[in-house]
Nanobody
Framework: VQLVESGGGLVQPGGSLRLSCVAS????????MSWYRQARGKEREWVAG????????NYADSVKGRFTISRDNAKNTMYLQMNGLKPEDTAVYYC?????????WGQGTQVTVSS
């Protein structure tokens, strides 16, 4: 199982970024996928999750209305569109898959929101 995130960067408050997570080594369309984030000095926190076909989506209260999770099963890719970014969104963002009862993580992509 391999998960590779991309799309992070430095953005001003109020700006937008789109993160991607490309999956391989398992049947992507069969698994629930999630985004997590970890700010420096804090525990990793769940951000959003999406079911296999994308029919059921959930968000943490802190990002609801600003972030949109989606997936393209034909491309084995999950996305996180982040709008209205705030300094408190600064963190390393990770994608997660629980495959065969084990959690897998990508290497993470840094998102920094600062003026």
């Amino acid at each position: 199982v391999q998960l590779v995130e991309s799309g992070g960067g430095l953005v001003q408050p109020g700006g937008s970024l789109r993160l991607s997570c490309v999956a391989s080594g398992f049947t992507f369309s069969n698994y629930f996928m999630s985004w997590y984030r970890q700010a420096r000095g804090k525990e990793r926190e769940w951000v959003a999750g999406i079911t296999r076909a994308g029919g059921n989506i959930n968000y943490a209260d802190s990002v609801k209305g600003r972030f949109t999770i989606s997936r393209d099963n034909a491309k084995n890719t999950m996305y996180l569109q982040m709008n209205g970014l705030k300094p408190e969104d600064t963190a390393v963002y990770y994608c997660n898959a629980r495959v065969w009862g084990q959690d897998y993580w990508g290497q993470g992509t840094q998102v920094t929101v600062s003026s």
